[in-house]
């Protein structure tokens, strides 16, 4: 397995809706709102490496969200 | 429990050791070492603001980091 820390940028009205998406998605462990830089939080894990862009490209195509930026396990 | 994600810089060479130091420490879920602005992330769950503190003071002090960034769960 390989973990993945994401921090999201989303709208700040669609942060409810953008974490309740995350939650619903099977490869999230731990998904929280947060303030400062981001706002929200995404734990995950990928069976492969080569499964983590297809992971980035689903969660940046979810309504709301505006930015990610992803930190891959070494 | 509410989460944190703490976000570490570290001295070159040694991240590994870092992990493992903070792996150690109580409240900590998972850590791992990563590539980019950050060396190693850590999920933290913790009872109190002031435990959160005091985990991310520990840390801070640990051989080799350089700065931390800590982002707590906030209730929507």
Redesign the interface.
Not at chain 1, 32 to 38: A, D, I, L, M, Q
Not at chain 1, 71 to 74: A, I, P
Not at chain 2, 32 to 38: I, Y
């Given at each position: 397995m390989v973990?993945i820390?994401m921090?999201i940028n989303a709208e700040k009205v669609s942060?409810?809706d953008v974490?309740k998406k995350l939650e619903k998605m099977p490869s999230v462990r731990?998904v929280?709102?947060?303030?400062?830089?981001?706002d929200v939080?995404a734990?995950c894990e990928v069976e492969k490496r080569e499964e983590v862009g297809t992971l980035v490209k689903a969660v940046s195509a979810i309504e709301g969200v505006l930015k990610t930026?992803t930190?891959?396990?070494? | 429990m509410?989460?944190a994600?703490i976000?570490i810089h570290c001295k070159p060479g040694t991240p590994p050791e870092v992990l493992k130091t903070v792996l150690g420490m109580g409240g900590i879920?998972?850590g791992?070492?990563?590539?980019?602005?950050?060396d190693v992330?850590a999920?933290c769950e913790f009872k109190s603001l002031e435990k959160l503190g005091m985990t991310v003071y520990s840390i801070a002090r640990i051989n080799g980091v350089v700065s931390t960034?800590t982002?707590?769960?906030?209730l929507?």
């Open positions: 973990q820390c921090l942060v409810f974490v731990e929280f709102p947060t303030f400062g830089r981001f939080v734990f930026e930190m891959v396990e070494l | 509410p989460l994600c976000m879920k998972r791992f070492e990563v590539l980019g602005a950050f992330v999920e960034e982002l707590i769960e906030t929507l």
